[in-house]
């Protein structure tokens, strides 16, 4: 089963080792929650991502956005590789009672099952006046199809799974509140931020925490005007977790 740490390395472009390997264990099928603010390039990572699994020669990938994405990030040869695209199933629920229906029909749904469950804009659906206990279903039942789905497919393969929430600088108590429930049921995280200070003119700074499972890691993601994109160790990061990490109840890597 590939290690969702390698996963998101693969997709960053940054390769693999037998010493890279052995630094990561959080596998594919544990959940991954992508965090960041407003144009911080969480559908632009999700859709690289899908492209990266498309190419396995496994499964289909199933993408999952409240709204059609307008285009599609640019700067990867994977992108204009129409079996790829073929590969990425995208569905749009446009509310949070159809994206429940939606995750619970894909129990009975027939054909291959996907090898990766991505889901863009949590937010959009947890703004619907969800309660707690709403907030924690719709997270539990996003993890129980990606467990039905790697039941599917077999041992040894499995399907990740990845989510994208947009998250506030200053959000308040009720925000608060979802986020400190969704991520219970997501111990693995991935913080994205826009820092003017990377080598880039819009570059971004990832933070991938495995959950306790594995010791953080942090790159530079920097894009350039055509939509390619770099990526870079971060500065700061050697090999041991930085010391600027707050408590995730605070919302800050």
């Keep these: 089963m590939l290690r969702m740490a390698e996963a998101l390395r693969r997709v960053l472009n940054l390769g693999s080792s037998a010493e890279s390997e052995s630094e990561y264990t959080a596998e594919a099928g544990s959940p991954l929650l992508l965090l960041g603010g407003p144009g911080s390039g969480k ?3 999700l859709f690289a991502a899908a492209l990266e699994a498309a190419g396995e020669g496994r499964g289909p ?3 999952l956005t409240r709204r059609p994405l307008q285009s599609l990030p640019r700067g990867r040869r ?43 804009g949590l937010e959009e659906y947890l703004v619907e006046d969800l309660g707690p206990q709403e907030a924690a279903y719709l997270a539990a039942l996003l993890l129980d199809t990606a467990a039905h789905f790697s039941h599917r497919i077999g041992a040894g393969q499995g399907c990740g799974l990845i989510v994208a929430l947009q998250i506030q600088e200053e959000g308040d108590s009720g925000e608060a ?12 995280q991935c913080w994205l931020h826009v820092d003017a200070s990377g080598p880039g ?9 495995p959950g306790g ?7 530079w993601l920097a894009f350039r005007p055509d939509g390619e ?13 930085s010391s600027d990490k707050g408590s995730s109840s605070e919302g800050q890597p």
């Design 61 to 63: 990938v199933l993408f």
């Design 43 to 45: 559908t632009a990572l």
């Design 229 to 241: 994109m770099t990526v870079t160790p971060w500065p700061a990061q050697a090999g041991k977790p």
């Design 201 to 209: 003119q819009h570059c971004l700074r990832a933070c991938l925490d």
């Design 213 to 219: 499972q594995g010791p953080r890691a942090e790159w």
């Design 78 to 120: 994977a992108a204009l590789d129409p079996l790829r695209l073929q590969k990425i199933r995208f569905q749009y629920p446009p509310s949070t009672h159809e994206l429940l229906q939606l995750l619970c029909s894909a129990h009975e749904a027939r054909g291959p099952a996907p090898s990766l469950l991505l889901l863009d």
């Design 177 to 188: 509140l979802q986020l400190s429930l969704v991520q219970r049921y997501f111990p693995a």
